[in-house]
């Protein structure tokens, strides 16, 4: 007679992400969350010509979860444009942290090469002014050219 395991409940299977090189091609992900079914979509390796092209993917990919809330402005009631603040309802605080935690990891997977140093600096700070960083980086090498 053989013994198995006891079952724990239903497994999360853990995101997937498949790349060859850190530079070059797109690069396929798969973050399925445990809330929503997600065709994996492609991201490309974020470069020093390529910004706009790679926020817009990047913002594409994230809008299947609604993950992409946590790096964009929202406007308030007199139609201020204003940053991007964690819910303090704990079941919605929760969704935002995996959001964060998505957010990251596309960052980390398309941007280490060109932002490694900025990725470092802001590890433990929210993914919101990561994204900024990063943006203002590139808004500063554009007005440059």
């Known amino acids: 007679m053989s013994q198995t395991a006891p079952n724990t409940g239903p497994t999360t299977p853990s995101p997937t992400v498949n790349i060859s ?3 070059g ?7 399925s969350a445990d809330d ?11 470069t ?3 910004y706009p092209k790679w926020k817009m993917h990047v913002k594409g990919h994230l809008s299947a979860g ?4 946590v790096i964009k402005r929202t406007a308030d009631p007199q139609g201020n444009l204003v940053d991007p603040v964690p ?19 596309v960052l980390l997977l398309t941007a280490n090469e060109l932002h490694f140093e900025l ?3 802001y590890e433990d700070q929210s993914a ?3 994204w900024r960083a990063i943006e203002e980086h590139h808004i500063q090498d554009d007005a440059s050219l």
């Open 48 to 50: 020093k010509g390529n």
């Open 128 to 130: 919101w002014k990561i």
């Open 36 to 46: 929503t079914a997600r065709p994996s979509s492609s991201v490309p390796m974020l």
């Open 21 to 23: 090189t850190l530079s």
């Open 87 to 105: 819910p303090t309802d704990p079941d919605e605080l929760r969704a935002w942290q995996k959001s964060e935690r998505v957010v990251w990891g």
């Open 25 to 31: 091609p797109p690069h396929s992900f798969n973050m």
């Open 66 to 69: 609604d993950h992409g809330r």
């Open 119 to 121: 990725l470092e600096q």
